[in-house]
């Protein structure tokens, strides 16, 4: 069953690594020649490798491996954090460093873990004070800046 | 000599031994907790060295990866569970220790062996390294061209289970290699009419991405609360005496050696060594029908040639630019963002960074010889953890050091999507290790190739190639390991294979 599984992983990672490669064939044609050569020449052999996995799934070609399992909450969970993590990344700017990193920080780990605990606000709050004051202000690393700080 | 010692006169200083001292502490740390590597842990650390002088932010991250490759071991003998991948054979013999009442010994054995483990690597670095960077400079564009190619196939044949998924990995390595203005005529390639991306990919964004990010998107998926359940109350640590330095001197001597050569070359890192260090440690004990039922000494074999790795890896990185491993790659990361180049340059124009930063190796093995032989079973808790706050942090720490690269938010943006890449390619049974190499070596295997052709000067390639004695040594490896696969059926190298995938 698990082998199974992988092998369709293994399908269907195939098909769109091979659509990318072809995507990424057609966007080299438009260079010159000698800029060409060598990502045409590499997209030739991606494409030839992952015709032979995709080929592969179908006799039984497949390597033992490990399958990663996908509980349906926990995907969940992932794909609100990575919005958030994109959120984040885009309010830098907006809010500043410090303000955005301390609401993402109260945020995510509330998301991943929902409970009410004052342990979540100390940890955003202590985590976003050191990185801030640590790197920002004692080790002088440039820090996105916002409206605030 | 006159080197080695202004090195030395140039890293005693207090700032940068506190650098060290905190630096090993957090590879430890980092090294200790199961699923994370020491890649990882140079990579979410490489910020912390922007604001620091290119001696002190070298040491750092030297420092991080000797402590994070001795940590893992930690974890392995207390609890079953390697904090790194290095330390899988440890976690065989070690917990057995732990299992009898014997924790406190195996704690010992690993922190001593991996002490002279790192000691004897970081002197082959010391004593090789410096001479190769002179013989660097006969390294032509051919053999930069060779030499890269070498990398890329020993990349493919070492790092992964599927032969095919390595070459796949590696090509995707060579094509994110090719962004930005390619070296022959300036034309811009996939940069999607991104200014950010006519330079290229930013190593630095891309590798926190590939192994920070990856591994915090598979810690959510997989929605443990925290990393395993920790008691190390009944572990007693008992005070150590000189004797337990010199317990097996024959042992270290060799597997030290082991992890140094199994190091410099290009992908084979401290797992692979570790391995084989076991496995020779076993054929040559008086004793080999004790291994795996819980031995002092095979503890020591496993512990002194994963961090025999630690000095040989940095072998090829400083003096050609060809990472040993992934760990390796990032620190050449951050040797780029110090404005330093690797080979010739850095041994004598810049020898009052690599020596320091050589020196600064040894005193990061005495700092974890102290911590660890004091303190290691402190660190199994940190396994305790909470995942929630854990990959908060680390997301936050590869935000601010992915933007402080280049001041620039797009590189955040270029971390997220490598990120992403990262956790799609684990996923589906991927390695990020030739995907790194790929991206390292394949531009300056298209620069080598591209700076021959105006060298034939129209002539043909192929004998301007064969009148180059160096370049034709390089093929012969490089048909070598091409056929290292076939290799893997011999009874020696399956052995070693078999006991890495058993584990």
């Known amino acids: ?149 | 000599m006159s080197n080695i010692l202004m090195g030395i006169s140039l890293i005693f200083t207090a700032r940068n031994l506190l650098v060290i001292i905190f630096g090993t502490i957090m590879g430890m740390t980092f090294g200790a907790l199961p699923g994370f590597t020491a890649s990882m842990g140079v990579a979410v650390l490489i910020p912390l060295t922007f604001g620091m002088s290119p001696v002190a932010g070298l040491a750092l991250l030297g420092a991080v990866y000797c402590g994070a490759i001795y940590g893992g071991s930690i974890t392995a003998i207390l609890i079953a569970t390697p904090g790194t991948p290095a330390a899988a054979a440890t976690a065989k013999d070690g917990y057995e220790m732990t299992k009898k009442g014997m924790g406190s010994e195996a704690l010992k054995e690993a922190t001593v062996a991996s002490f002279w483990g790192g000691i004897i690597s970081a002197s082959a670095l010391l004593l090789l390294a410096p001479p190769l960077a002179n013989f660097a400079l006969r390294f032509g564009p051919p053999e930069m061209f060779m030499l890269a190619i070498f990398g890329l196939t020993i990349i493919v044949t070492l790092t992964s289970n599927s032969l095919l998924k390595g070459i796949i990995s590696g090509v995707i390595g060579l094509l994110i290699g090719t962004v930005g203005m390619d070296p022959l005529i300036g034309y811009p390639r996939y940069y999607f009419n991104q200014v950010s991306l006519l330079t290229g990919v930013q190593l630095v964004p891309a590798l926190i991405g590939l192994y920070s990010m990856s591994q915090v998107f598979m810690l959510i998926l997989e929605g443990n609360q925290q990393i395993v359940d920790v008691n190390v109350k009944n572990v007693i640590v008992k005070k150590p005496v000189l004797k337990d330095l010199f317990m097996y001197p024959v042992v270290y001597i060799r597997s030290a050696l082991i992890g140094t050569f199994v190091g410099a070359l290009p992908a084979a890192g401290a797992s692979i060594a570790s391995f084989i260090g076991y496995n020779e440690g076993k054929r040559f004990s008086k004793h080999p029908e004790e291994f795996g039922t819980g031995y002092r000494e095979a503890v020591a074999s496993a512990e002194a040639a994963n961090n025999g790795v630690t000095g040989g890896s940095l072998i090829t990185t400083l003096t050609l630019g060809i990472p040993g491993n992934s760990t390796t790659a990032i620190l050449l990361g951050g040797l780029m963002i110090q404005g330093l180049r690797t080979g010739h340059d850095l041994f004598t124009t810049n020898a009052h960074i690599a020596y320091p930063f050589i020196i600064s190796l040894f005193i990061a093995n005495f700092v974890f010889l102290i911590v660890g032989l004091y303190g290691a079973k402190y660190f199994a808790n940190i396994a305790k953890t909470p995942i929630n706050m854990l990959t908060t942090v680390i997301f936050v720490l590869g935000v601010m050091g992915s933007y402080a690269v280049t001041n620039n938010i797009f590189d955040v943006y270029i971390m997220l999507f490598f990120g992403l890449l990262g956790f799609l390619l684990k996923v589906n049974n991927f390695e990020a290790s030739p995907i790194v190499l790929g991206m390292i070596l394949g531009p300056i295997a298209e620069q080598g190739l591209n700076q021959s052709m105006v060298l034939a000067r129209g002539g043909s390639l192929f004998g301007y190639f064969a009148s180059r004695p160096i370049v034709i040594v390089l093929f012969i490896l490089i048909v070598i390991s091409l056929f290292a696969p076939l290799l893997r059926d011999t009874k020696f190298v399956k052995r070693v294979f078999n006991k890495q995938g058993s584990e």
Not at chain 1, 65 to 82: A, G, M, P, Q, Y
């Open chain 1, 1 to 149: 069953m698990h082998k199974q599984d992988m092998t369709n992983n293994n399908r269907m990672f195939s098909v769109f690594l091979m659509i990318v490669f072809i995507a990424l064939y057609f966007v080299a044609l438009s260079f010159p020649d000698k800029s060409a050569i060598y990502p045409k020449g590499l997209l030739i052999v991606g494409m030839i490798c992952v015709t032979a996995m995709f080929i592969g799934t179908f006799i039984g070609k497949n390597d033992e491996e490990k399958k990663v399992f996908i509980n349906r909450d926990e995907l969940i969970k992932l794909i609100i954090s990575i919005a958030l993590m994109i959120l984040y990344v885009i309010l830098l700017t907006v809010l500043g460093y410090a303000v955005s990193t301390f609401i993402y920080m109260l945020i995510q780990i509330w998301v991943l873990k929902p409970e009410k605990k004052i342990s979540y606000l100390i940890v955003a709050l202590v985590s976003t004070t050191i990185l801030y004051v640590g790197f920002g202000i004692f080790l002088k690393i440039w820090l996105p800046k916002g409206l605030f700080f």
